[in-house]
Each structure stands twice: as structure tokens, then as C-alpha cells.
């Protein structure tokens, strides 16, 4: 069955209510780092986009020490989280900002990799869109571009959890809902961007790498 992208929070008994932990997070925090040790830059600074809870930045800037690592997000609450996930933490996990991946403007100008988990399903195409000109601006060639979460591809059957899972997205947003990997493909070659690599990932999820094109 796919992991809720949606998952429900737990506030995390840490003294603080701000800090939130989501279970699908903790599962999945260690199969991303499996990949992301083959995929990630050896310096420089990581964007992740829709850090959520905060959780996934915590435990990557952990593991990836020779890494500046710059949460984001654009709920409040998330940022709250993220901030207090930081508290106690190392010193290359910056602060978090403020980021509508829509929006053509960031405050962040440039970076070493960009890092997406679980959010063009659970968002309107054109924040994946934005995304991508995000990628474009601030990667240098051949950076990557790095998507986690329920994709649909052609080649490959879809799961029946997955279905029922894009189903329900699309109950409660029509501008929500699982997207394909080859409609991504295309999107991100306009801009520069090539698709350059898919992983199967646990629970009917997907990892890709798109790299900035010299």
C-alpha cells in the first residue's frame, strides 16, 4: 500500500508544540538517504522545497555533514515545525525560508541541488511548473533536480493503492492528483532539464533525477 503523502501529524513530546512528526517520514527517511548518497554533489548548498515537518531536513543535513542544507516551505506552520526540528541541530541546517515554488521570485539565488519530497501530488501543476524554472535558474549544469513520491508511469502498472490514492486527491482538490512521470519529462525539457534517472522506491513510490542541461 503507497505511504499517505498526506499523513497525519504527531505532535513530537519535545517540549515544544510546534514540532510535529509524521510516520511516513520516519519510514521513509532512510530508502531517500540510500539514494541521495549516489545522486547528491559533494559540496555546496542543498534546497529542499516542502520540507514539511522538518523531520527529512534534520535527518539529511545530519547525514550529509559536508552539505549546507536550506529547508523551505510556504505554510506557517511547516516553517514553524522545520524550526523546531533545527533546534539542537548541526550547524549545516540553515534556517528555514519561506518558499512559494509557483512564485518567480525565491530568496534563494542559487544552490548545489534542488530536493522535492511529496509535493507535485499534493499541489497545483503549476507549482511543479515554477519548480522546474526554480531549477533552472539557480542549478549550474549538470545539477540535479530530485522528486520523491507516487508517480504514474506509462510503462508501469499503476497500483490499485495508488489509484485509489489520486482518486481521493482529486476529491478534495481537482487541481490536485498523481502525476506522470513522462508529462514531468517533457515540461522539464523546455526548460533545460533532463530526465536522467528513475528509481523504484518502497511503497509504489518513485525517486527521479533530472540534470540542468549544459
Not at 531517500?32 to 516542502?50: D, F, K, N, Q, Y
Request: glycine share 6%; net charge negative; proline share 9%.
Amino acid at each position: 500500500m503507497s505511504e499517505p503523502s498526506l499523513p497525519p501529524y504527531v505532535m513530537a513530546d519535545l517540549g515544544t508544540e510546534a514540532r510535529r512528526e509524521a510516520p511516513a517520514a520516519t519510514r521513509n527517511v532512510a530508502p531517500i538517504i540510500a539514494v541521495l548518497e549516489r545522486w547528491l554533489p559533494t559540496s555546496g548548498l542543498v534546497l529542499e522545497t516542502s520540507s514539511g515537518t522538518g523531520q527529512h531536513a534534520r535527518a539529511f543535513a545530519e547525514h550529509f555533514a559536508h552539505l549546507d542544507w536550506q529547508p523551505s516551505d510556504i505554510d506557517p506552520a511547516a516553517l514553524a515545525s522545520i524550526a523546531a526540528w533545527r533546534e539542537g541541530g548541526p550547524d549545516n541546517l540553515l534556517a528555514p525560508v519561506e518558499i512559494d515554488a509557483g512564485e518567480p521570485e525565491w530568496p534563494v539565488r542559487k544552490a548545489a541541488a534542488i530536493l522535492s519530497i511529496n509535493m507535485a501530488h499534493i499541489a497545483p501543476w503549476t507549482a511543479t511548473l515554477g519548480l522546474l524554472d526554480g531549477a533552472a535558474r539557480l542549478l549550474p549544469p549538470g545539477a540535479p533536480l530530485i522528486f520523491y513520491g507516487p508517480w504514474l508511469a506509462e510503462e508501469v502498472e499503476a497500483a490499485p493503492s495508488n489509484l485509489a490514492f489520486d482518486e481521493s486527491l482529486r476529491s478534495r482538490d481537482r487541481h490536485w492528483g498523481l502525476r506522470k512521470v513522462e508529462t514531468l519529462a517533457v515540461a522539464a525539457g523546455k526548460r533545460g532539464l533532463d530526465l536522467a534517472e528513475r528509481v523504484d522506491m518502497p511503497a509504489n513510490n518513485f525517486m527521479l533525477r533530472l540534470e540542468r542541461r549544459a
